[in-house]
């Protein structure tokens, strides 16, 4: 038997608060309830366990003390003088244990039936890209469970045909008793009679069927605030499904989807669109109409723009109320070449093309670079 000080990996002047706090963290470590078949984690259990019962007993441990492990060995009491925990250090312990594992706990004080906050609702709402950049308010519809407005969540139309279950006396869970080699083991197991409920209903509503809860569509109105983004989730509370045994409502989740833009695209709270202007516009320069996100206005294109030119008008993007912060928006200037010309245009350009000199210019660098390249 390994020293069970070394075991707990506490010190022997070590007190009980101390025990108690280490033995629980090697115990959640290696249950078996979290280990399935895992054998080592369950001997590292039973030697915990084992090192616990040693060390939370001052009579087991004073003769630990003075004896050492010889102290249990066969013909000196060995695992058979072991009597196991008792049941209120038992309780205590793997009362606190069985809360940190499963989230609720049971305890010689804690219910099965203990109110618990009912189930999360999600929900998915479409968006357009405006509703999504100046927010809105929409009418959702909700189908959860409430509680059965015949019985008023009491199972039974008759409150005098529901009772206390006999079997774990209202608690919900009873205490399952087993005898292993390290001592009386035991665990709380939810009530197979009543099925954890603590109550035995002899004759069940006839709108619930004993449930206590029913299903109803309600219509919710939500408020989506500026500034929301696709994936974004908006929390509403008390909308979900009715809590068990008196507990609260859950809540409604909504998943927003934003649908896109033909024009606009989005980058947080910026916004940005590709604008097309003539090629007369981009050569000569001048006054346009560019879209913004609550109408258009007109602004100066210098001549000689080229296209991917890009422009900004700083405080025209989204606007976030929440954080006090609003974008900007850009947009990328996309030159459109004609691809249809009367006879006149063509003669015109042409005439401009001699006369700047650029057609052999740019051919020229254009080849030389080439040349360069290949070189």
């Known amino acids: ?39 080592e984690a369950a001997e590292k259990f039973k030697e915990a366990s084992l090192a616990y019962e040693i060390l939370s007993d ?38 606190d244990l069985f809360g940190d594992i499963f989230g609720g706990g049971f305890s010689s004080q804690a219910r099965a039936n203990r109110p618990i906050k009912g189930a999360d609702i999600q929900q998915v709402i479409n968006l357009s890209f405006q509703e999504s950049a100046f927010g809105i308010s929409k009418d959702v519809q909700v189908r959860h469970e409430v509680t059965c407005h015949v019985c008023d969540g009491k199972k039974s139309e008759d409150p005098s045909k529901v009772h206390t279950c006999d079997k774990c006396h209202g608690r919900g869970s009873f205490n399952q008793v087993s005898h292993t ?39 919710v109105r939500v408020d989506i605030p500026a ?23 859950g809540d409604l989740y909504l998943i927003l989807k934003v649908k896109e833009h033909e024009i606009f695209k989005r980058d947080g709270l910026d916004i940005y669109y590709e604008m097309p202007i003539s090629f007369t516009k981009a050569t000569l320069g001048g ?3 560019i879209p913004t996100l609550k109408a258009t206005r007109k602004f100066e294109i210098p001549a000689g723009t080229q296209t991917g030119t890009k422009f900004s008008l700083r405080g025209e993007g989204i606007k976030d109320k929440r954080r006090g912060r609003t974008g900007n928006l850009y947009f990328y200037v996309k030159v459109i070449t004609p691809t249809k010309l009367t006879k006149e245009q063509k003669e015109a350009l042409e005439k401009f093309a001699s006369i700047s000199g650029e057609e052999v210019k740019e051919e020229k660098s254009f080849f ?6 290949f070189d």
């Open 181 to 219: 080699a390290f001592g009386t083991m035991s665990r709380t197991v939810v009530c197979d009679k009543c099925g954890g409920s603590g109550e035995i209903i002899d004759e069940a509503c006839s709108n619930c069927k004993g449930s206590g809860k029913e299903f109803k569509s309600e219509t």
């Open 227 to 249: 500034g929301v983004e696709d994936n974004n989730v908006i929390r509403v509370a008390g909308k979900g499904h009715v809590g068990e045994n008196g507990g609260p409502y």
């Open 1 to 39: 038997m390994r020293d069970p000080y070394e075991v707990l990996g506490v010190e022997k002047t070590a007190d009980q608060a101390v025990i108690k706090r280490e033995y629980r963290k090697l115990a959640k470590k290696y249950h078996p309830d979290l280990n399935p078949d895992n054998e």
């Open 58 to 95: 001052e009579e087991k441990r004073s003769k630990y003390d003075r004896f050492g492990s010889a102290a249990f060995e066969a013909g000196q009491g060995g695992f058979g003088g072991f009597s196991g925990f008792s049941q209120g250090g038992f309780d205590d312990i793997f009362g």
């Open 368 to 373: 030389e670079k080439l040349k360069d390249f």
């Open 287 to 289: 006054e346009i109409e």
